[in-house]
């Protein structure tokens, strides 16, 4: 729903003006600020619903801004960027980025974005019936509280990352085509970047499973997608 509070994190003047006129057009309230350094009193002051977040900036990089606000906080970040090489969108997304967008962009497709965006993080998971935590050996998962535990340990998992395992271990055994966990976890489909799935899949690997070369939980379906191992004894 409109309303929402968005933060502008970028150092080129043309580009926030274009995307402030088209969100404030979608009811939004916009704020800005051109350096890395200044969105942190300012996150703490009007706690934003969604930042969009460049990741070359003065001051401080969108990168490291990304790492220092995932210590603290789940807010939904939507990178954008001139840089469209793989590794600067696996690294933004592994510091807990959840979306990424590379410059040019269209202004209506990035408003598409933040709505999804917003949306996912605004709805409660709907799939949830009478029981509230989830259990695999090894692996705890509580629904209400989104505390995931593994190996004894609890586990600090992104937003995106939560929704993605609370899904597919609700459902053992069912295989996630790439475009249906698109929609289901971002409400996109087509818009999807595939890159954004695997490093979201890849850190969720890494924190959760003992090997993540060799997954025990996240399976890999060769040509379709994804599913969550419910053969675990």
């Not at 051109?34 to 969105?39: L, T, W």
């Not at 001051?59 to 001139?82: A, H, M, W, Y």
């Not at 209400?144 to 600090?156: D, E, K, L, M, Y």
């Not at 969720?204 to 379906?221: C, F, H, M, S």
Request: charge should be negative; charged fraction near 25%.
């Amino acid at each position: 729903m409109a309303g929402e509070t968005i933060l502008i994190v970028d150092d080129e003047q043309e580009i926030v003006q274009l995307i402030q006129l088209y969100l404030i057009r979608e009811g939004y309230h916009v704020l800005s600020v051109n350096n890395g350094h200044d969105v942190f009193p300012v996150v703490r002051e009007h706690r934003p619903d969604l930042i969009i977040l460049d990741i070359l900036l003065p001051g401080l990089d969108g990168i490291e801004v990304c790492r220092q606000l995932r210590k603290t906080s789940n807010t939904p970040i939507l990178f954008i960027s001139c840089k469209s090489e793989d590794i600067d969108i696996i690294l933004g997304l592994s510091m807990g980025g959840d979306d990424y967008m590379t410059k040019p962009f269209s202004p209506s497709q990035l408003v598409a974005r933040v709505k999804a965006l917003l949306r996912r993080n605004a709805i409660r998971d709907h799939y949830i019936d009478d029981q509230q935590l989830v259990r695999f050996p090894g692996l705890e998962i509580n629904l209400a509280s989104h505390v995931v535990r593994a190996g004894g340990q609890t586990i600090s998992l992104s937003a995106k990352e939560f929704e993605l395992l609370s899904l597919m271990a609700k459902t053992p055994n069912r295989v996630y085509k790439i475009e249906e966990l698109f929609e289901l976890i971002w409400s996109l489909d087509s818009m999807g970047d595939p890159r954004t799935l695997i490093v979201h899949i890849s850190n969720l690997r890494k924190k959760i499973e003992v090997n993540p070369a060799e997954p025990r939980y996240i399976i890999t379906v060769r040509g379709v997608g994804y599913k969550f191992n419910g053969m675990l004894g």
